[in-house]
């Protein structure tokens, strides 16, 4: 069992920055691919970033290459999201996913672990 705890998330001017984190907790961090997920209000889950295990090839969506970096710190067993040059349409519910296949964790993670999700709004 995987419990994932976010946090990080606020209301933030078009053109800011914010830096969500989540923690993983209940079992080993190594060898867990992680990713993050948004969900606009009316819109579906949509894959944002990924980040394997051995905190290489991170991917993103290209709707936020350039602007969010996706990290890991395996000690601290957190993963971070920072986002840069925010935009109104970035504003979601953002979810942290965990899995051990990285071609789930990108997808449906069907069989992983998601976290309760953080707040980020972005005014114009």
């Known amino acids: 069992q995987v419990q994932l705890v976010e946090s990080g998330g606020g209301l933030v001017q078009a053109g800011g920055s914010l830096r969500l984190s989540c923690a993983a907790s209940?079992?080993?961090?190594?060898?867990?691919?992680m990713a993050w997920f948004r969900q606009a209000p009316g819109k579906e889950r949509e894959f944002v970033a990924v980040?394997?295990?051995?905190?290489?090839?991170?991917n993103y969506a290209d709707s936020v290459k350039g602007r969010f970096t996706i990290s890991r710190d395996n000690v601290k067993n957190t993963v971070y999201l920072q986002m840069n040059s925010l935009k109104p349409e970035d504003t979601a519910v953002y979810y942290c996913?965990?899995?051990?296949?990285?071609?789930?964790?990108?997808?449906?993670?069907?069989?992983?672990?998601w976290g309760q999700g953080t707040q980020v709004t972005v005014s114009s």
């Open positions: 980040i394997s295990w051995t905190a290489g090839n991170p």
């Open positions: 209940g079992r080993t961090f190594s060898g867990t691919h």
């Open positions: 996913a965990a899995h051990t296949l990285r071609s789930r964790v990108t997808t449906t993670n069907d069989g992983g672990y």
